[in-house]
């Protein structure tokens, strides 16, 4: 027995060692964490179980039978984040680079299925050079069978990625078809080709992070969803997030305990919104004053920045919030912002999230640039994600709530369950200038003329009481009211039920 049992505790630091010192070391050198040290800073303390730690490769090719090393690149397992289970895989580039064979795709596909029979979310954490080249086709094999149950998974359980190191070829289409992507600055990267391949076919030269940096793709791409400094921060973040998350489709939002009165109003956003109309304000000031202890995880920070999304709480259970910043173009709906909102409002009802939504908009954005980028189709997104969503919304019109934008944002018509305004809000068509300037065309050379039609229209539709005397807006509240209003909302919203016709799947405008 003493024998056996020295033997296991040879072969587990074995695997533990993973690449070796050198390669460790190489890790550290270049700022980044080994997978094992990525995965006890995520779990709680000592919760981490891990699987398959003596699994190897099993290829003869390229002399690779006479290089094994257990574990095979991955780590996986599972533990818990704040006391709830989580599955997690970590790709050990100290291991052929964190390369993806056979078997290291068997570890893998092993710790999804369980995640999903256990219904509870998957994170993975990747670092790694993509397909093994030693194993060719088998390695391809296995890209696909984890992209299968990626989306097998997709609405059922929450699944995460993190880059934290290399992530190209096979290894971007898993997290691309996972819920989120996080990167960390400066150390990851994520591209379909590198910046050899772009050069060979299309003689643009750029560097890596040019190319697939956490500065590309959290700004430009929106391919990510945020990115941060380094690991550590980074998985804490993720411990942050996860506490946000349910744990799969019906197990409804988490609780946590809030030592934040539901009853407590805020007097300072009666002077939120400026007197004069085109003068902008923080968006983000009502979010962290309506929401539970002022925390707010934001998602897509630095994308489309004319609308927020992100995760908060009122009365200790999760929401999402949706909110036109018009700090940024106005808080107009463009291309960007319609699909990083759709996307978030299709997470939130498919996790059954409550959605709160702040409307301060003054339309769609016009412009070629728009039109040829398909405004239409990105705009309908969320049109489309918010008709279709089942789970409590809550409106609060701030002020400007402007043309189609109006429909879209969460609006009555659309299945808004409990729509609010302020006094300040302003429910139209159109602005009062655009307005009098069509149906008054014949004044335009009258200036005196042009200022009386412009009052008229002003006093009759720029604000909340025509909306609200046909129902489409069920109150009009003061602003410091916001929180308790939208609290006793969603409290009584919390056994919402919605039918939906059967059909095998909607088809929505992707
Ligand atoms: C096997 C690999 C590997 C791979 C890296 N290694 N990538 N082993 N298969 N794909 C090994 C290296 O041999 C090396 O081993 C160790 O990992 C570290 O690699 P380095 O190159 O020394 O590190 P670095 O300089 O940091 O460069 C990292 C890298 C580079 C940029 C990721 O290794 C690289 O370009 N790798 C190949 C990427 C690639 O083309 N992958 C295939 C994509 S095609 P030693 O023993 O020296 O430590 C693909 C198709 C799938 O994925 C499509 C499915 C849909």
Same mark, same amino acid.
């Given at each position: 027995?003493?024998?056996?049992?020295?033997?296991?505790?040879?072969?587990?630091?074995?695997?533990?060692?993973?690449?070796?010192?050198?390669?460790?070391?190489?890790?550290?050198?270049?700022?980044?964490?080994?997978?094992?040290?990525?995965?006890?800073?995520?779990?709680?303390?000592?919760?981490?179980?891990?699987?398959?730690?003596?699994?190897?490769?099993?290829?003869?090719?390229?002399?690779?039978?006479?290089?094994?090393?257990?574990?095979?690149?991955?780590?996986?397992?599972?533990?818990?984040?704040?006391?709830?289970?989580?599955?997690?895989?970590?790709?050990?580039?100290?291991?052929?680079?964190?390369?993806?064979?056979?078997?290291?795709?068997?570890?893998?596909?092993?710790?999804?299925?369980?995640?999903?029979?256990?219904?509870?979310?998957?994170?993975?954490?990747?670092?790694?050079?993509?397909?093994?080249?030693?194993?060719?086709?088998?390695?391809?094999?296995?890209?696909?069978?984890?992209?299968?149950?990626?989306?097998?998974?997709?609405?059922?359980?929450?699944?995460?990625?993190?880059?934290?190191?290399?992530?190209?070829?096979?290894?971007?289409?898993?997290?691309?078809?996972?819920?989120?992507?996080?990167?960390?600055?400066?150390?990851?990267?994520?591209?379909?080709?590198?910046?050899?391949?772009?050069?060979?076919?299309?003689?643009?030269?750029?560097?890596?992070?040019?190319?697939?940096?956490?500065?590309?793709?959290?700004?430009?791409?929106?391919?990510?969803?945020?990115?941060?400094?380094?690991?550590?921060?980074?998985?804490?973040?993720?411990?942050?997030?996860?506490?946000?998350?349910?744990?799969?489709?019906?197990?409804?939002?988490?609780?946590?305990?809030?030592?934040?009165?539901?009853?407590?109003?805020?007097?300072?956003?009666?002077?939120?919104?400026?007197?004069?109309?085109?003068?902008?304000?923080?968006?983000?000031?009502?979010?962290?004053?309506?929401?539970?202890?002022?925390?707010?995880?934001?998602?897509?920070?630095?994308?489309?920045?004319?609308?927020?999304?992100?995760?908060?709480?009122?009365?200790?259970?999760?929401?999402?919030?949706?909110?036109?910043?018009?700090?940024?173009?106005? /808080?107009?709906? %463009?291309?960007? =912002?319609? &699909?990083?909102?759709?996307?978030?409002? !299709? $997470?939130?009802?498919? +996790?059954?999230?409550?959605?709160?939504?702040?409307?301060?908009?003054?339309?769609?954005?016009?412009?070629?640039?728009?039109?040829?980028?398909?405004?239409?189709?990105?705009?309908?997104?969320?049109?489309?994600?918010?008709?279709?969503?089942?789970?409590?919304?809550?409106?609060?019109?701030?002020?400007?709530?402007?043309?189609?934008?109006?429909?879209?944002?969460?609006?009555?018509?659309?299945?808004?369950?409990?729509?609010?305004?302020?006094?300040?809000?302003?429910?139209?068509?159109?602005?009062?200038?655009?307005?009098?300037?069509?149906?008054?065309?014949?004044?335009? /050379?009258?200036? %005196?003329?042009? =200022?009386? &039609?412009?009052?008229?229209?002003?006093? !009759? $539709?720029?604000?909340? +009481?025509?909306?609200?005397?046909?129902?489409?807006?069920?109150?009009?509240?003061?602003?410091?009211?916001?929180?308790?209003?939208?609290?006793?909302?969603?409290?009584?919203?919390?056994?919402?039920?919605?039918?939906?016709?059967?059909?095998?799947?909607?088809?929505?405008?992707?």
């Amino acid at each position: 027995m003493k024998d056996i049992v020295e033997k296991l505790e040879a072969r587990r630091a074995g695997a533990r060692a993973g690449g070796g010192e050198r390669r460790i070391e190489a890790q550290h050198k270049r700022g980044k964490l080994t997978a094992r040290e990525r995965i006890e800073l995520l779990m709680d303390r000592e919760s981490f179980e891990e699987f398959d730690m003596f699994v190897e490769h099993r290829s003869n090719d390229f002399g690779m039978e006479k290089t094994k090393i257990a574990g095979d690149g991955v780590v996986t397992g599972w533990g818990t984040v704040n006391g709830r289970t989580v599955f997690v895989f970590a790709k050990d580039f100290t291991v052929f680079g964190g390369s993806l064979s056979e078997t290291h795709a068997q570890k893998i596909t092993k710790i999804q299925d369980m995640a999903m029979r256990a219904r509870a979310p998957i994170i993975g954490l990747f670092d790694a050079g993509g397909a093994r080249i030693q194993e060719g086709v088998a390695s391809l094999g296995g890209y696909g069978e984890v992209f299968k149950r990626n989306v097998i998974a997709s609405g059922v359980i929450p699944q995460i990625s993190v880059i934290m190191g290399p992530c190209a070829g096979g290894d971007v289409y898993s997290p691309a078809m996972t819920d989120f992507i996080f990167m960390v600055r400066d150390t990851s990267y994520m591209f379909v080709t590198g910046p050899d391949v772009v050069k060979t076919v299309t003689n643009e030269i750029v560097t890596a992070e040019q190319l697939g940096g956490a500065s590309v793709h959290a700004t430009k791409s929106s391919i990510a969803d945020g990115a941060y400094d380094n690991d550590v921060e980074c998985l804490l973040q993720m411990r942050r997030l996860l506490d946000f998350l349910p744990a799969n489709f019906s197990a409804g939002v988490p609780e946590w305990p809030s030592f934040d009165n539901t009853e407590r109003e805020e007097p300072s956003l009666d002077t939120l919104v400026p007197d004069n109309p085109n003068k902008p304000y923080d968006i983000k000031e009502l979010i962290l004053k309506v929401a539970d202890e002022g925390d707010f995880f934001e998602l897509s920070e630095t994308f489309a920045r004319n609308i927020v999304v992100g995760f908060g709480r009122i009365a200790g259970r999760t929401v999402g919030f949706v909110a036109n910043q018009p700090m940024v173009l106005a /808080g107009v709906l %463009d291309s960007d =912002a319609s &699909r990083k909102a759709a996307r978030f409002v !299709r $997470f939130c009802d498919a +996790f059954g999230i409550p959605i709160v939504t702040f409307v301060d908009v003054p339309g769609f954005l016009p412009g070629t640039a728009q039109e040829y980028g398909g405004l239409i189709k990105h705009g309908a997104k969320l049109l489309f994600a918010y008709s279709q969503a089942s789970v409590p919304l809550v409106t609060v019109i701030t002020r400007k709530a402007f043309g189609g934008a109006y429909d879209v944002m969460a609006s009555k018509h659309i299945g808004g369950d409990v729509n609010y305004a302020w006094p300040t809000a302003q429910i139209a068509v159109m602005g009062a200038k655009g307005a009098v300037e069509i149906i008054f065309r014949s004044d335009l /050379g009258d200036p %005196d003329k042009i =200022a009386a &039609r412009t009052r008229e229209y002003e006093e !009759r $539709f720029l604000s909340p +009481f025509i909306a609200a005397e046909r129902g489409y807006i069920d109150d009009v509240i003061m602003p410091r009211a916001t929180r308790p209003r939208i609290a006793r909302a969603l409290a009584m919203l919390r056994g919402k039920t919605v039918e939906m016709p059967g059909r095998k799947h909607d088809n929505l405008p992707v």
